[in-house]
């Protein structure tokens, strides 16, 4: 079956770039996703990338993919304290298709 | 509009007892889905709703029900309640035409 895989943690320093990386084993993976998770809420989506793009600029945000090798990133940039939170990877392998793949989340701590 | 809402918040039950975990959406969605979230595996879909009157097994279905009651209500109901079965149980559903999965906040549910 179709896997995702994120490292659990990351730790960043106010104002620099934090870089969360994902890979995914479903060669047909067509969407990617990035949700994020803050304390004690649902997941909300941040941004969506199709398999026929590289990469993805939004404000902050960039996601870079890399078909080849199945790796998807996300750049956070400039750091906030706001930007604490769990974020989450996940795929589909077609519009509509009702299952997500969800990886397993990495928690961002921004230090001071 | 409220979004996608979940009832209780919290429940702590014991081995064996039953109980039933509610979810309504008020956006006119046409697909719900149950997941449980446990840490470090990320989010496992349990159960979803396509439309109305559909249901379908997602990847962690055993000692669970659903029930779509109408297209803006979708239950999670928990025959006997096992200590596996504690968990972060999130509702979320999705528009017919749309990439986003919107959640609800979560139920956190303690089987002891």
């Known amino acids: 079956g179709e896997d995702v895989e994120q490292s659990l943690f990351l730790s960043v320093r106010e104002g620099d770039s934090s870089v969360i990386n994902c890979t995914y084993t479903?060669?047909?993976?067509?969407?990617l996703y990035w949700y994020k998770q803050e304390p004690g809420a649902g997941l909300q989506l941040l941004t969506y990338i199709f398999s026929n793009m590289d990469m993805k600029q939004d404000q902050r945000l960039t996601v870079l993919l890399n078909k080849k090798d199945k790796h998807l990133s996300l750049r956070i940039a400039d750091t906030q304290t706001g930007d604490s939170a769990i974020y989450f990877c996940?795929?589909?392998?077609?519009?509509?298709?009702?299952?997500?793949?969800f990886g397993t989340g990495t928690r961002l701590t921004i230090i001071p | 509009n409220a979004g996608v809402t979940q009832t209780p918040k919290f429940q702590v039950l014991k081995t064996g007892q039953s109980m039933t975990l509610q979810c309504a959406q008020d956006m006119n969605h046409n697909s719900m889905y149950w997941y449980r979230q446990d840490p470090g595996m990320g989010l496992r879909l349990i159960y979803y709703?396509?439309?109305?009157?559909?249901?379908d097994k997602g990847e962690v279905p055993n000692g669970y029900n659903v029930s779509r009651l109408n297209k803006r209500e979708f239950s999670l109901r928990l025959e006997s309640a096992a200590p596996s079965q504690t968990s972060v149980y999130f509702c979320?559903?999705?528009?017919?035409?749309?990439?986003?999965?919107?959640f609800g906040p979560g139920t956190r549910l303690t089987v002891t």
């Open positions: 479903d060669s047909s993976s067509t969407y």
């Open positions: 996940a795929e589909s392998n077609n519009f509509g298709n009702e299952k997500l793949t």
């Open positions: 709703s396509a439309s109305e009157g559909t249901t």
């Open positions: 979320a559903s999705r528009a017919r035409s749309a990439y986003e999965q919107y």
